[in-house]
């Protein structure tokens, strides 16, 4: 069956070191998106891609980074971890249109 | 710009009383609307959309242009209808309709 995997599960990394969050699909879709859910704010986009060499900014890039070299991978790069980036990340992928999105079981980073 | 706003953060009911999950929306073109659920320490999952107009869980939720609203509803709830449910918005001027927008969730309690 397609899926959708992120990894790590959990992390904790310190202030200022760079972070990698893993983002993986075999639903072969164009389309995958990065959120942060944080009480309050709800899901938030931070960046997201239409096809391979595409990246675009959502409303909370500042900070991150993300490259698409295949279909099936959208790496999320924390360039300099900050503890406001402390939250939960869930990573999605969809067909084109108006379909349905399907989620990663999300990552819970914690910068001390 | 595309935008979705839950006004209520928690909802709390009783079994076997109505709910009503308020969304409203603002874009500029025609778009498409979804409910996603998201049980405790679990991902999002799609709920309902708009486009197919069907009814799950007991769940249903009318388009209301005039009113820009989406509101999602049950006639009576249920103990495992306890969950974060957010409303999304599928539109966008580029990418034909790819981009995913989320409302801040509203935290459904149903007390026994």
């Known amino acids: 069956d397609a899926e959708i995997t992120q990894s790590p599960r959990h992390k904790i990394t310190e202030t200022g070191r760079q972070v990698t969050l893993a983002c993986h699909q075999t639903?072969?879709?164009?389309?995958m998106f990065w959120y942060r859910q944080d009480l309050g704010h709800g899901l938030r986009l931070i960046h997201y891609?239409?096809?391979?060499?595409?990246?675009n900014k959502g409303e909370v890039s500042d900070g991150y980074s993300v490259s698409r070299s295949n279909t099936e991978d959208l790496p999320l790069t924390l360039e300099s971890a900050a503890s406001s980036q402390t939250s939960v990340y869930f990573c999605?992928?969809?067909?084109?249109?108006?379909?349905?999105?399907?989620f990663g079981q999300g990552t819970r980073l914690t910068v001390v | 710009a595309q935008r979705v706003t839950q006004p209520e953060k928690l909802l709390s009911v009783f079994k076997g009383a109505p709910v009503e999950l308020k969304c409203n929306y603002s874009?500029?073109?025609?778009?498409?609307l979804f409910w996603y659920v998201q049980y405790s320490r679990q991902r999002l999952q799609l709920l309902l959309r708009?486009?197919s107009r069907e009814s799950i869980k007991g769940f249903t939720a009318d388009l209301n242009k005039g009113e820009t609203s989406f509101h999602l509803k049950k006639p009576f709830a249920q103990e495992e209808d306890s969950a974060m449910y957010y409303c999304?918005?599928?539109?966008?001027?580029?990418?034909?309709?790819?981009?995913?927008?989320f409302g801040t969730g509203t935290q459904l309690k149903v007390e026994l």
């Open positions: 999605a992928s969809k067909a084109g249109g108006h379909t349905e999105a399907f």
């Open positions: 639903w072969n879709h164009n389309n």
């Open positions: 891609s239409y096809g391979v060499q595409d990246t």
């Open positions: 874009y500029s073109g025609s778009p498409e």
């Open positions: 708009h486009i």
């Open positions: 999304a918005l599928s539109g966008g001027l580029t990418g034909g309709g790819n981009k995913l927008t």
